[in-house]
């Protein structure tokens, strides 16, 4: 068995590195380490060692026989996070040097004062003025002052500079000025890594594409630094075959591309979760609209699959909106609110009980953890409630204090003037609530009803309250997949290779430009092909490449992108079609629709998937015997019931076929299922839980 | 949860069931922010889909706001109230499928230049339950001149505001043909204004959509019941608030820049007397003691009189309180009829009456506050410039179409306050920080401009132990094409003031520059139009600081010094910091700081904001008069 093909993919997150191993007959192995942030390798290297162990190969072994291997890591966006990425100059038009201080403006509290303004990517020192201007129709305004450059390139230096953005104003429409700096930068600043803002993404609008830029700049020396470690340690193990990276246009690259362009590493890992939800919603049921739920301890991760698509957003920021900082790409649409296990409930001055934003993180934790933590949290709650088995938690590896919980509830319950079980059972319901506040966004914006989707939930969190969001959503279909704890490595085994090309021109629906489309087209095309090109052999299998255009009717400036149907626009009534799908979606998303109106185009992309060879998805399940003998009892509380004694199995007992009829509890090593009353779990012929809501 | 859905949540006798308090207000925070994000990224004009001037809220049927996410607060937190009150004096039997026009200034409005589109949320019990109100600042309304904000209007006539005191609009979700091409045949542009109003309208009916399925899910009833609960948390939060608040009264005076109008050639002053009663838990604000109306177009309305008050005491809670009829239970506004702040009298014009005036009450309430006690109040945030201005012409771009708009640059005036810094990006006090900045490439794709400079102004922050944000200069002109510019600023004569021996912000400051390179002042309120080759150059009102500077923690002036905000000069002078080569000389400024402490310095010697904004405009002038010529 072990001399076949395997296909390895690793997400290498702020605590766990997540290993996913799977072989020709699509047998999956996942294992787990903790991250060694100062030797990244390390931590890949002892979840490796843990698959190899459970296949009882040696490393050297399965990594021979390792085809494929996908990587992916969220260290991009922790440094970002965390304030750790190089120092970095941001080179700018004369005139406009505050463009990252100030951002677009706006704030989600009003009157909300006890934060300081947010803190600029670069700060004003490291930032420098460059005398030139491009004007809105790409002629040179005003010509580029290279002496002056020189000298701001030598202040740079001074200032200690790790690596420089260049961000000027109309660069998209004639990037000569940016170009001629980036040759002033490598002479003058030999080997300091750089980035061009009409290179890493050519849209219009300085702050978001100053933005992307200076993120992109200040990644290059860690990112530079880190993926060829992995790979040259990879190889040193016995790898031979090939090494792609995880992208967050929802798919995978050559690592080379991310060393380029580390900017489309931020978010990456997230963006493969709904690949993977996509992936078993297809085989369990059908086709159809998917939500996706990634629950870790301190995020609550939600994205989604519209007509079997990963759905895009321009508007990724990392921290909060406006607060934070905006990528500023065309990327796969994840939400991520802080909201997890460790969120602390409280009862604000007028009353009300309230639940986060405020975390107990890992130290000291949930009260539960018994590590000093004392404030009630979401954990805590459903410990008190009966949903979490306290000698399984972490598969057995940790063990909760009860008593602990029930104290930290105690207290909340009597601010509250109601009862311990009926507090927890608040603060659950309260804790959703942000969660379902987050998929109604989210759905809304894409004119997408809840009802008629299936909700796919992942992380370790997932099985705790997902039936209830669902049932407030009014879905009827839940999706546990075997791999809910590992999702976004499980979606690495089923990426393609996806990239994304943009070519802006402007032209609308009332002098459409055949020609000039044509040629643009053609020209997103010829950069496919040598993308294609440049691919390793053999790697790829079907090639597809398919376009979009951003278009918005005349004087609006937030695009719809709507896709063409084939591979361009050959005459008037292929023109016609596309008008009318722009009508279709501005009324599917904002209510209206204005035939007749002008319809604005601007930019062209094409995006390009080779399709890689995935493992099947295997009917492992139904080798197991059936466990039914296994289940013991359990007492938990449901507002509608009180107090019940309720069934407990163990997940990895269950045959596939099974049905379990709540209240009931599945425990697996990652997670904890809980069957409400009114629900039933059927375990899969793939050995995946899908949870019913009877009808009442 | 496993909880039956929120519908069936019983009551527990009188008291509203917690968590379905909490969940059905993060349910309709939600459909509000759904409104919003629909104008958002639907309008035309930049003024709503870059700058976000606009709101979208919920109000009772008993015309109380509920709920306004995000919102601009001068817009919501009184007007929704009224113009509903005034659409059910007018239309006593309101049905699902209309839509009402409404921007009366006598009838409830914050000025002519915001429509608002009313939609009545009708159940299928055929009752009237709940008003979505949707209200956007426009391009044009159709006034004598192409602005929406024009100070010096003498009256409603010659500012030519069409009035819509609550007009249907649209009956069984169709538009009325007749009222629509009467907009059409007044407003500049109409093909914009129209598809702006079609944005709106989508907004609204967003909100109707979502609202009845709530209502129809949970049932009226339990909705009407959840909002008395919700008015009560709120109003218990305020209280909360006020409790910890330092007791007393304080009078606070500021003025209005002069104005050419009867009685407001030297100005207009602004007089405010705040009362704060921890033990009643009640704040009151009386703007009685204000001028008549003014020949201009000044005035405020009942809603924007209402709403600077409260904005100013909002800004001064030591705690969040949520915005909605419950807390301002707590609030006593006390305003009187024909008063410049107060109830304006037909046909008394009120162009301009969400700022100007509106910026004035609400900062006097706020610094009157500050000077009860330390640590509680603000100090006054800067006021808008000519880089925030009406643009019109005609675009040789697009075949000399039309085009008008109220552009949106600069935009950094926070005020020092008892807990920070200035906020530094926004336009005036009565933005909460919430309105956003046009993208300098966005307007110039859409308008024929070029832009030129949009930075800030070193040592224009009004000094502080928390300094207010500095200004900001801004230089544009036309791009091929003459262009026509209407502005009408306050805070180029009367700065914003500082607060508990903090220092005021810098003046506003606006030059014309001709193609010959001469530059010209140009006074705080006109008109101008621009050849291509000329430039306008302003400089916007900085916020004033909170606190003597010399007060300020070090490291806060090294680095605002490192960032080019703060001169080494102005550093040492007035904030007693000795900065050398980026190095804090401890010792120095320890002297220094004991220095100031016995004497404060002159504040004209430390805000030459006029000599900063020529220096910023000379170093410019090669690289703009060297431009190319313009397309």
């Known amino acids: ?696 | 949860m496993s909880t039956p859905p929120i519908a069936e949540q019983p009551t527990r006798g009188e008291r509203f069931d917690p968590v379905a308090l909490a969940v059905i207000t993060s349910r309709i925070q939600g459909i509000v922010r759904r409104m919003s994000n629909t104008l958002f990224r639907t309008a035309r004009s930049s003024v709503l889909n870059t700058a976000r001037d606009f709101s979208c809220c919920v109000v009772t049927r008993d015309h109380e706001l509920l709920a306004a996410a995000e919102s601009l607060p001068i817009h919501v937190m009184s007007g929704p109230d009224l113009v509903s009150a005034s659409l059910a004096r007018l239309h006593p039997k309101l049905r699902a499928g209309d839509a009402y026009l409404h921007n009366s200034p006598y009838h409830g409005n914050s000025h002519a230049g915001d429509h608002c589109i009313l939609v009545p949320i009708v159940g299928a019990d055929g009752e009237h339950h709940f008003t979505a109100v949707v209200k956007a600042h426009m391009a044009d309304i159709g006034n004598s001149q192409p602005t929406t904000l024009w100070a010096s209007a003498r009256d409603v006539y010659h500012e030519g505001a069409v009035i819509f005191p609550g007009v249907k609009v649209q009956q069984d979700y169709e538009d009325i043909p007749d009222i629509i091409e009467m907009c059409r045949t007044r407003i500049r542009v109409p093909e914009v204004w129209y598809a702006d109003y079609i944005g709106m309208v989508g907004a609204a009916r967003i909100g109707e959509r979502e609202l009845h399925g709530l209502g129809e899910e949970l049932g009226w009833e339990t909705l009407h019941e959840y909002t008395a609960a919700w008015f009560d948390y709120s109003e218990e939060m305020m209280a909360g608030a006020i409790r910890r608040m330092p007791a007393g009264r304080s009078v606070a005076h500021n003025k209005h820049d002069p104005l050419p109008a009867a009685g407001a050639e030297d100005g207009v002053p602004v007089k405010v007397i705040v009362t704060v009663d921890p033990g009643g838990a009640r704040v009151a604000v009386d703007l009685r003691e204000n001028p008549d109306c003014l020949p201009c177009g000044i005035n405020l309305t009942e809603a924007t009189s209402r709403t600077a008050a409260m904005i100013g005491v909002f800004n001064s809670l030591p705690i969040a309180v949520p915005q909605n009829a419950g807390s301002f239970r707590r609030l006593d506004i006390e305003i009187r009829e024909n008063c410049v702040a107060g109830i304006p009298v037909h046909p008394a014009s009120c162009s301009t009456a969400t700022t100007g005036i509106a910026d004035r009450v609400a900062n006097a309430t706020q610094r009157a506050i500050a000077e009860l006690a330390d640590g509680f109040g603000m100090a006054e945030t800067g006021t808008l410039t000519a880089s925030v201005a009406d643009i019109s012409g005609k675009d040789p771009r697009h075949g000399d179409a039309p085009f008008v708009n109220l552009m949106i640059l600069g935009l950094t005036c926070g005020a020092g306050h008892s807990r920070g810094d200035g906020w530094l990006v926004s336009g005036e006090v009565g933005d909460g920080g919430l309105m956003m900045r046009d993208s300098t490439e966005v307007d110039e794709l859409l308008y024929p401009i070029i832009v030129w400079a949009d930075r800030i102004v070193a040592d224009s922050g009004g000094p502080g132990r928390f300094r207010g944000a500095p200004a900001c200069y801004v230089e544009y002109g036309p791009a091929g094409a003459e262009i026509e510019a209407m502005w009408s600023t306050d805070g180029y004569v009367h700065a914003a003031l500082g607060a508990r021996g903090g220092y005021p912000g810098a003046p506003a400051r606006q030059f014309l520059r001709r193609a010959d390179g001469n530059v010209e002042p140009l006074p705080g309120w006109g008109e101008q139009t621009l050849a291509p080759g000329e430039t306008v150059l302003a400089t916007s009102a900085a916020g004033a600081g909170y606190g003597p500077p010399w007060e300020r923690e070090l490291q806060r002036v090294v680095r605002d010094v490192a960032d080019g905000w703060v001169s080494p000069e102005q550093a040492e002078q007035v904030y007693g910091v000795v900065v050398r080569d980026g190095e804090l000389d401890a010792k120095a400024s320890e002297r220094r700081r004991a220095e100031l402490a016995g004497t404060s310095v002159p504040v004209p010697e430390l805000l030459d904001v006029e000599q900063r904004s020529r220096e910023i405009a000379d170093r410019l002038a090669p690289y703009v008069l060297a431009a190319e010529p313009a397309r």
């Open chain 1, 1 to 696: 068995m072990s001399a076949s093909n395997a296909r390895i993919t690793c997400d290498i997150g702020g605590t766990f590195t997540d290993v996913v191993v799977s072989d020709e007959r699509g047998r999956m192995t996942i294992a787990k380490a903790l991250t060694q942030p100062a030797n990244l390798f390390d931590g890949l290297r002892a979840a490796l060692e843990r698959a190899a162990a459970e296949l009882a190969e040696p490393l050297g072994g399965l990594l021979g026989r390792t085809s494929l291997f996908i990587f992916s890591t969220t260290q991009a966006t922790n440094a970002i996070l965390e304030g750790t990425t190089a120092r970095t100059a941001f080179l700018c038009t004369e005139g406009f040097p505050d463009i990252l201080v100030r951002r677009e403006g706006g704030s989600l509290r009003p009157y909300d004062y006890s934060r300081p303004f947010p803190e600029p990517y670069v700060p004003r020192r490291l930032t420098f003025e460059i005398a030139e201007r491009i004007d809105a129709d790409g002629n040179v305004a005003r010509a580029l002052d290279e002496a002056g450059a020189v000298a701001q390139l030598a202040r740079a230096r001074e200032l200690g500079a790790e690596a420089v953005s260049v961000c000027l104003l109309w660069a998209t429409a004639n990037p000569a000025h940016e170009l001629a700096l980036g040759a002033l930068i490598e002479r003058e600043l030999p080997g300091l890594p750089y980035s061009l803002s009409h290179q890493i993404n050519p849209i219009v609008r300085e702050y978001r594409r100053a933005s992307g830029t200076a993120i992109d700049a200040s990644l290059k020396p860690l990112m530079q630094r880190h993926l060829p470690e992995i790979a040259a340690g990879l190889i040193d193990e016995g790898f031979t075959g090939e090494l792609l990276a995880a992208s967050s246009a929802g798919g995978v690259v050559p690592m080379g591309e991310l060393i380029d362009s580390p900017l489309w590493s931020v978010r990456s890992g997230p963006s493969l979760a709904p690949v993977a939800a996509r992936t078993v919603a297809t085989v369990e049921t059908g086709s159809g609209d998917v939500i996706v739920c990634d629950t870790g301890g301190t995020s609550f991760d939600v994205s989604l699959v519209r007509e079997g698509d990963l759905v895009f957003t321009s508007e990724t920021w990392l921290g909060e909106p406006f607060a934070g900082h905006l990528t500023g790409l065309s990327s796969v649409d994840v939400r991520s609110i802080g909201a997890g296990g460790g969120s602390i409930a409280w009862v604000d001055p007028g009353g009300l009980l309230r639940v986060g934003p405020e975390s107990a993180r890992a130290d000291p934790g949930p009260a539960c953890y018994g590590l000093g933590g004392t404030r009630p949290t979401v954990t805590d709650a459903a410990l008190v409630l009966g949903y979490i088995d306290p000698d399984r938690f972490l598969g057995g590896k940790m063990a909760l204090d009860v008593g602990a919980a029930e104290t930290a509830l105690a207290g909340l319950a009597e601010a509250l003037g109601i009862g311990s079980r009926e507090a927890a059972h608040a603060v659950l319901a309260i804790a959703n609530e942000r969660m379902i506040a987050a998929i109604h966004e989210l759905t809304v914006n894409e004119g997408v009803d809840p009802r008629d989707s299936t909700l796919v939930a992942g992380g370790g969190a997932a099985g705790l309250t997902i039936a209830a969001i669902a049932r407030e959503l009014g879905c009827r279909e839940v999706l546990i997949p075997r791999a809910a704890g590992v999702l976004s490595a499980f979606g690495g085994q089923h990426s393609d290779i996806v990239r994304e090309m943009t070519a802006p021109h402007v032209t609308n629906s009332k002098g459409f430009d055949f020609a000039g489309v044509r040629e643009t087209l053609a020209g997103l095309r010829e950069r496919m092909h040598a993308f294609e090109a440049e691919l390793p052999q053999g790697l790829g299998g079907e090639v597809r490449r398919r376009y979009f255009v951003e278009a918005r009717y005349a004087y609006q400036v937030w695009d719809l992108s709507i896709p063409l149907e084939g591979d361009g626009v050959e005459d008037e009534a292929a023109l016609q079609r596309l008008i009318e799908s722009f009508h279709d979606a501005h009324e599917r998303i904002f209510a209206v629709r204005e035939p007749g109106q002008k319809i604005e185009l601007s930019q062209w992309k094409g995006r390009v998937s080779v399709e890689t060879v995935k493992p099947p998805l295997a009917a492992e399940r139904g080798e197991l015997a059936d466990g039914a003998g296994g289940t013991h009892g359990r007492v938990a509380f449901f507002p509608e019931l009180g107090e019940v004694e309720i069934a407990v199995h163990l997940g990895g007992e269950l045959a596939a076929g099974r049905s379990i009829a709540g209240p009931a509890l599945l425990i697996e090593p990652e997670t904890t299922i809980v069957v409400y009353p009114g629900w039933s779990a059927h375990v899969s012929e793939l050995g995946n839980y899908r949870l019913e809501l009877e009808d009442a």
